[in-house]
């Protein structure tokens, strides 16, 4: 089988070095493999993203040597394929309306000073919705899966498994089911706010369609990897495999993702630095 991988950035803001590492790795094992590298515009988050910030990222993928194939994939124009996936997980009985806010979620959990239970999407959702049935899409509220009963409905989920490829935790992972429904939980699979697909959902559905083999992206996703795994079993997608690289961090150690300063690429090209001296600061 031919190696597919792709970059998938979001354009609310510049790149920077972070995703530089992340898009030359993919680019350096397609490019190994013999493969194709694809990108991906994930640009769902209509709010936040902005066509400048779009146009800056295949500047900035140019300068970088990186190159692809036309048509770029976007998130946007995908909603009614979106849309027909939550309708077969309704079909299975899998996913119910959620109008919880944050504030909702902190109030229902039992002791949340104590310090409440976090899983891949920060706290888990302690179920305050979970009897609720679905009654088409409505407008401000979310969709959630209900974990239990999509464990329920695979059977033996250790049957679904995975390849790591990446640095960490290399080799064959399988799902579990105490982790999914302890650990992960009733994860969003349609947001309230932008009234469209969330992350988890677009991109197993995306990975699927474009072919991808091999997903290339941060450690920070490895835990969310489990939620892929399990929505491409639900959906009856392909089994691809996973690369997730070393993250990106600033000399204090933090994050550069997390940094709303993080040095962009487009700011080290106008000081003058070159592809290769960026790559050198990444450790490339
Ligand atoms: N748009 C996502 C991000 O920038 C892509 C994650 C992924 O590669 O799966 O984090």
């Not at 950035?9 to 995703?19: C, D, F, I, M, R």
């Not at 190994?32 to 209509?46: A, N, V, Y």
């Not at 706010?193 to 990975?207: E, F, K, R």
């Amino acid at each position: 089988m031919t190696y597919v991988t792709r970059f998938a950035p979001s354009p609310t803001g510049p790149l920077h070095l972070g995703h530089a590492f992340s898009a030359l790795t993919a680019y350096a094992r397609a490019q190994e493999h013999h493969g194709q590298f694809l990108l991906r515009i994930e640009d769902g988050d209509i709010s936040r993203c902005r066509p400048e910030w779009e146009a800056l990222i295949y500047a900035d993928l140019r300068w970088l040597g990186i190159t692809w194939p036309d048509p770029v994939l976007h998130v946007t124009v995908r909603e009614d394929i979106y849309a027909s996936a939550l309708e077969l997980l309704e079909e299975l009985d899998l996913i119910y309306p959620c109008s919880c806010t944050r504030r909702d979620v902190m109030n229902a959990l039992s002791a949340p000073q104590e310090g409440a239970p976090l899983g891949p999407d920060g706290v888990i959702y302690p179920g305050t919705c979970r009897h609720r049935e679905m009654n088409g899409f409505q407008p401000g509220e979310a969709i959630r899966l209900n974990m239990e009963k999509a464990v329920e409905f695979l059977g033996d989920v250790s049957r679904f498994s995975w390849r790591e490829t990446g640095p960490y935790e290399t080799g064959t992972h399988r799902l579990d089911a105490g982790q999914l429904i302890h650990g992960v939980g009733d994860i969003v699979l349609a947001r309230k706010d932008i009234g469209t697909a969330a992350y988890h959902l677009s991109v197993v559905i995306d990975d699927a369609a474009q072919g991808v083999t091999e997903a290339v992206r941060g450690a920070d996703l490895m835990e969310a990897t489990q939620i892929h795994r399990l929505l491409q079993a639900l959906l009856d997608l392909p089994e691809i495999a996973y690369h997730h690289h070393r993250l990106i961090r600033d000399d204090d150690g933090k994050r550069l993702a997390k940094r709303a300063d993080a040095k962009a690429i487009s700011k080290f090209r106008e000081e003058g630095l070159s592809p290769e001296g960026v790559k050198a600061l990444i450790g490339l």
